[in-house]
């Protein structure tokens, strides 16, 4: 497949040009999902050494740029052989056989990783951009609602008293700001928790960890990291639960849960629970009309607390697999427990 007349393709240069090019682009195709050249530039250089990244951008004769691909690994999920593809084109420009030849350009290029397996998603809500993947032969893997909600509508008094129960029974609620204040050791005790709990995270693929250094360097140098909206559950010193917002760079209006978590030796105690309250009291006490998060479609108990929390589903993401090889060798997918939830920008 090759590109429409005129039309030319090339490498994502990292400039100021073409990161404000890309940017532009993508926020065209996702308007509900801005993002700004400061976030795009901290994800690059939050990378994982072993990660590959590759992006390219297609321009129309008169030098505008239409359309972008982009293939890597997932940190989360690493796998020499396995790598996600992501395709953007911009609405004016559809219809015009740029998706398929940017995805023939993206297999050409990452087959000397020999891939076993490609990931690539959609929104329901999408059909065509479904129907672009399953005609290549993927299929749906997983499901992650969608969730949004109403600050302006929230109401926390069926749960008044719930925070200080959990508090009663030995369970401190802090900040990150607090505690990197007091705790020599926050990053690493901060790190532990998390990787211990992201293996929880619902996932078709096995979780893996990100070394130490490049995950503070995700978190600490991250531009929409909010000390005070970073909540974590202590048992006397070991951290046993966090619940974290994240603002946007491109829109004040919305705030995005990033992870919610217990650890297993802590959950049906009411933490989770009580994490998220303090989360939205903090959101809606800084002005934020909205919270937004994802939760796999079979994590039934944050499902739940979120429903009952007044959280509203809106259309959900689909994962998509396209397995190319066997791979006799792969342990089992991620856990997949009840009570754990990853945004996004996580």
Same mark, same amino acid.
């Given at each position: 497949m090759t590109l429409p007349t005129g039309h030319t393709i090339r490498p994502f240069d990292y400039s100021d040009g073409d990161y404000a090019t890309a940017v532009a682009l993508e926020n065209a195709v996702f308007p509900e999902y801005p993002s700004t050249v400061a976030e795009w530039r901290h994800w690059e250089a939050s990378r994982e050494a072993k990660c590959h990244h590759e992006r390219h951008l297609v321009f129309a004769p008169d030098g505008t740029a239409v359309a972008s691909a982009s293939a890597s690994h997932n940190a989360w999920t690493f796998h020499p052989r396995r790598?996600?593809?992501?395709?953007?084109?911009?609405?004016?420009?559809?219809?015009k056989s740029l998706g398929a030849a940017l995805y023939a350009h993206l297999r050409e290029s990452i087959a000397r990783f020999d891939p076993i397996g490609l990931r690539g998603d959609a929104r329901e809500d999408q059909p065509v951009s479904r129907a672009f993947l399953e005609h290549r032969g993927f299929a749906e893997v997983q499901r992650d609602w969608e969730n949004h909600l109403d600050l302006s509508t929230y109401d926390d008094a069926p749960f008044a008293g719930r925070v200080e129960r959990v508090v009663e029974g030995?369970?401190?609620?802090?900040?990150?700001?607090?505690?990197? =204040?007091? %705790?020599? @050791?926050? +990053?690493?005790?901060?790190?532990?928790?998390?990787?211990?709990?992201?293996?929880?995270?619902?996932?078709?693929?096995?979780?893996? =960890?990100? %070394?130490? @250094?490049? +995950?503070?360097?995700?978190?600490?140098?991250n531009p929409n990291l909010m000390p005070d909206g970073y909540f974590l559950a202590l048992d006397g010193g070991r951290y046993v639960g966090v619940s974290n917002l994240w603002r946007s760079q491109a829109d004040d209006t919305f705030i995005e849960t990033g992870l919610t978590g217990v650890r297993r030796t802590h959950r049906r105690r009411g933490i989770a629970l009580a994490l998220k309250l303090r989360a939205l009291d903090y959101a809606r006490g800084q002005g934020f009309r909205k919270v937004k998060t994802w939760n796999e479609r079979g994590n039934e108990g944050m499902l739940a607390i979120n429903e009952a929390l007044g959280f509203k589903k809106q259309p959900a993401w689909i994962t998509y697999a396209l397995e190319l090889q066997p791979d006799p060798d792969a342990p089992a997918a991620g856990g997949g427990a009840a009570g754990v939830e990853r945004a996004a920008t996580a």
């Open positions: 790598l996600s593809l992501g395709i953007s084109v911009h609405p004016d420009h559809r219809q030995g369970i401190r609620i802090a900040t990150f700001r607090e505690l990197e =204040a007091e %705790d020599p @050791d926050v +990053w690493r005790n901060l790190y532990e928790m998390h990787e211990e709990i992201a293996r929880d995270v619902p996932s078709p693929d096995p979780h893996t =960890a990100i %070394d130490h @250094d490049t +995950w503070v360097k995700r978190v600490r140098d």
